[in-house]
């Protein structure tokens, strides 16, 4: 296995203990980059290279299922915290009791998950050549195992002979059991009969599925995974959109790609919070920035600094929810400063500043319907440059529900001039963010 995790574990077991009031949902940043390295060093740069689209969504899938993996762990190392009077155990102790635990889950299990993900990235880009081969070789046949002792569960399939595109295959191929040494190869042989299979030759949890076609090495059935989006340790919408009747697409969740972002963000955090403190020793002595009523303000806790330019317009309908989504911003750890607006060009049109250095622009959302949104979105496009919208939503009227139905609306104008392809989406209610989507992920 190619990366040591071994200084990863230890700041996991440090981050668990720390936090033990809440570490049942932890994801330590250390130890979710360690294991995606792991698994993505398993895509070859061969392949990367072959086809960049599809190593993409592989290896995005792949810091997916890390990020359910360490919560796993986590989890299960949580329960331990306590002593049989429900006390907190010392570290030195806790430890201890939970190597078991680490050492499954970073060494034995992690071994096997890893040489699994080679064999399947392999079979997904030898999948993608037959592809292409397929006018010349329009058949597959099962190779058997190579293995010394081979298990009896792929034997009844051994030289089986089926077209590429017969769904044979998406039921059944190589590499769908742990530890499977079968293979395939393209041929002109004529096909053969489907052989009579059992329930004991389905493929395991987390290997169904054709890597190739769905970007998945391990897909969204194996036990890491949650059976359902309302069962979701990540899910953080309102409880009233109950998504429990909705497709799990936990490869494209907002939720889960906010998890692993803000993961990331714990690492990189006292760098932003000096990076933030040296900006804020920069504005507050500068009288563009001397706003009455509104001192530049730092929360050396989080890194949150706020900031607002004395030629920004505070006299528009809307200035309400600007200064209430800095705020949000500021206190949830976010660098917001509302800008210089020059209005000595005839139309000229702004963004309202910067959040987190990207151009910005706040929408005042007086209902939640789904068009409401669409428009929303549509307004921060209208600015030239934006890349994170924020919807500032009023009177309780943010839903879920609407909101993806009214997103869906907007990536429907994609390719005209009322769309922008803003990095971040975030939706204020009240004084808290109760949804943000990062690019490329979808609801």
Not at 87 to 93: N, S, Y
Not at 207 to 225: C, K, M, Q, W
Not at 419 to 432: G, L, S
Request: charge should be negative; glycine fraction near 6%; include cysteine.
């Amino acid at each position: 296995m190619p990366i040591d995790l071994t200084d990863a574990v230890k700041a996991a077991l440090k981050s668990v203990y720390k936090r033990h009031s809440s570490a049942s949902d932890l994801v330590p940043a250390e130890l979710l980059n360690g294991i995606t390295e792991t698994l993505n060093s398993a895509v070859s740069d061969d392949f990367m290279a072959e086809y960049p689209d599809l190593c993409e969504t592989i290896r995005h899938n792949n810091e997916v299922f890390s990020a359910f993996k360490v919560h796993d762990e986590c989890s299960r190392m949580a329960k331990l915290l306590l002593d049989g009077d429900g006390k907190l155990k010392g570290f030195e102790q806790w430890a201890r009791d939970v190597e078991p635990i680490a050492s499954h889950h970073n060494k034995v299990w992690l071994r096997t998950e890893y040489d699994q993900a080679l064999r399947r990235a392999q079979q997904a880009r030898d999948w993608k050549q037959y592809e292409e081969e397929s006018d010349v070789l329009p058949n597959l046949r099962w190779v058997p195992s190579t293995a010394a002792h081979p298990g009896a569960d792929h034997m009844p399939f051994w030289n089986t002979v089926r077209p590429i595109n017969d769904p044979f295959w998406s039921e059944h191929k190589p590499g769908d059991r742990w530890g499977c040494q079968c293979s395939l190869e393209a041929t002109d042989d004529p096909a053969t009969d489907i052989p009579e299979g059992t329930d004991r030759d389905n493929p395991a949890p987390g290997l169904d599925g054709n890597p190739a076609v769905t970007g998945h090495l391990f897909s969204e059935t194996h036990p890491y995974y949650p059976s359902s989006c309302g069962s979701c340790p990540f899910y953080k919408g309102n409880p009233s959109d109950s998504p429990s009747n909705k497709a799990k697409d936990c490869g494209r969740c907002p939720f889960v790609d906010l998890i692993i972002s803000e993961s990331k963000d714990d690492v990189s955090l006292p760098k932003r919070i000096e990076q933030n403190r040296r900006e804020y020793l920069r504005l507050k002595d500068n009288p563009d920035y001397a706003r009455e009523g509104y001192p530049v303000e730092f929360n050396p806790e989080t890194g949150g600094l706020k900031a607002i330019h004395v030629k920004h317009n505070l006299d528009s309908p809307g200035a309400d929810s600007e200064i209430q989504a800095m705020n949000v911003g500021y206190e949830r750890g976010d660098k917001v400063i509302l800008e210089m607006e020059d209005h000595s060009q005839y139309k000229k049109r702004h963004t309202e500043g910067s959040w987190n250095d990207q151009p910005h622009e706040v929408s005042e959302r007086g209902t939640g319907t789904s068009n409401n949104v669409r428009d929303g979105l549509k307004h921060c496009a209208s600015k030239p440059g934006c890349k994170v919208a924020v919807l500032v939503f009023k009177d309780g009227c943010f839903s879920n529900e609407n909101f993806c139905d009214g997103l869906r609306k907007y990536s429907g104008l994609k390719g005209t001039s009322q769309w922008a392809d803003f990095d971040r989406i975030i939706c204020i209610q009240n004084e808290e963010v109760v949804k943000e989507i990062i690019k490329k992920t979808n609801p």
